[in-house]
């Protein structure tokens, strides 16, 4: 059974820090997807990324596939308030579905 | 606006009731994906159809069932409802199989209440 877990779960800071956020897995992903949602609200794609070693940065998020495609980490630069809400990592594989991690829940305290 | 609209927003009913909520994906997506969402279990996977054919099962009860139209529309039908089926449920497309580079793209979820 394929699983990702995230770390931590839970994480409040204050803004202008630095964090990241990590998915493992032991299972090889052909994809992995990093979603922000906020409550009451569907997750929001935020990146993908296929390619092992691969990094994207997306204004002050970094998003890193690991070289083996088992692992990713979201590092997030001065927090923002905004930045507040629930990330989740997903991996897409030939078995036709996506295997959403078990979520990091962020708070960014102004 | 992801492209994904999901009816009804809110739904509230009894017991041992019968819904059916209603997904539309993007355009050009040809992959239907239902999840559900509870404060103590994450996202949890249901069922997957692509082009009309179903894909991949999750942990969907045998109370529940699902299909795609030829428009490419689906329906998530939930039957003999009970307390614990209260969540979010979602709805999400994508263009093809879960394949490198393609995510997916969720709607905005139905509330459901079970009372």
């Known amino acids: 059974t394929q699983l990702l877990e995230q770390s931590p779960q839970f994480l409040s800071i204050q803004e202008g820090e630095n964090l990241t956020v990590y998915c493992n897995s032991s299972?090889?992903?052909?994809?992995l997807q990093w979603y922000r949602q906020e409550p009451g609200e569907g997750p929001v794609l935020l990146v993908t990324v296929v390619t092992g070693g691969e990094v994207k940065k997306l204004k002050r998020l970094t998003f890193q596939f690991g070289d083996a495609r088992k692992d990713s980490s979201l590092h997030i630069t001065a927090a923002q308030p905004g930045d507040t809400g629930l990330y989740l990592c997903?991996?897409?594989?030939?078995?036709?579905?996506?295997?959403f991690g078990t979520g990091t829940r962020l708070k960014v305290l102004a | 606006d992801s492209g994904v609209t999901q009816t009804p927003k809110h739904l509230i009913t009894a017991t041992g009731q019968r819904v059916t909520l209603r997904c539309s994906p993007r355009s050009g997506d040809l992959s239907v994906y239902w999840y559900q969402q509870s404060l103590d279990q994450g996202l949890q996977f249901l069922i997957q159809y692509y082009n009309g054919e179903e894909r991949a099962k999750g942990n969907i009860l045998e109370r529940f069932s699902a299909q795609q139209f030829p428009d490419l529309h689906s329906e998530l039908n939930l039957s003999s409802l009970e307390l614990g089926d209260s969540a979010l449920y979602f709805c999400?497309?994508?263009?093809?199989?879960?394949?490198?580079?393609?995510?997916?793209?969720f709607g905005p979820g139905t509330r459901l209440l079970v009372l």
């Open positions: 999400a497309s994508s263009q093809g199989l879960a394949g490198p580079g393609w995510a997916q793209y």
């Open positions: 997903a991996g897409g594989s030939g078995t036709y579905k996506y295997i």
């Open positions: 299972s090889v992903f052909s994809s």
